[in-house]
């Protein structure tokens, strides 16, 4: 059974960078054919997709992120990261990491509460 759990600091100041890493259990994040993600969810709206790392290494971020946003995986420990740098409040979220399949079956983590403040 496929489990992940998100962790990092739940407080960040502004300008800094955001970092979070999702540890893996139940399968390897060097199977192929798999896809690792982040999502993240602010205050009263809706999901917003950031980025994802497939099982070669590619990765793809959301276009409004991009410039921000850097995926990486640690093969030896088993887990992939998030850095969201040049963070403001607005960037104040649940962040969720995601495992998918190659037809598209997916589990999530349950979430990180990162704040964004001074």
């Known amino acids: 059974q496929v489990q992940l759990w998100e962790s990092g600091p739940g407080l960040v100041k502004p300008s800094q960078t955001l970092s979070l890493t999702c540890t893996v259990s139940g399968d390897s994040i060097t199977t192929s054919g798999r896809a690792w993600s982040w999502i993240r969810q602010p205050p009263g709206k809706g999901l917003e997709w950031m980025g994802v790392i497939t099982s070669d290494g590619s990765t793809y971020y959301s276009p409004s992120l991009k410039s921000r946003t850097s995926i990486s995986k640690d093969t030896s420990k088993n887990q992939f990261s998030l850095q969201l740098s040049g963070v403001t409040p607005e960037d104040t979220a649940v962040y969720y990491c995601?495992?998918?399949?190659?037809?598209?079956?997916?589990?999530w983590g349950r979430g990180a509460q990162v704040t964004v403040s001074s």
């Open positions: 995601a495992w998918w399949r190659s037809d598209n079956y997916g589990i």
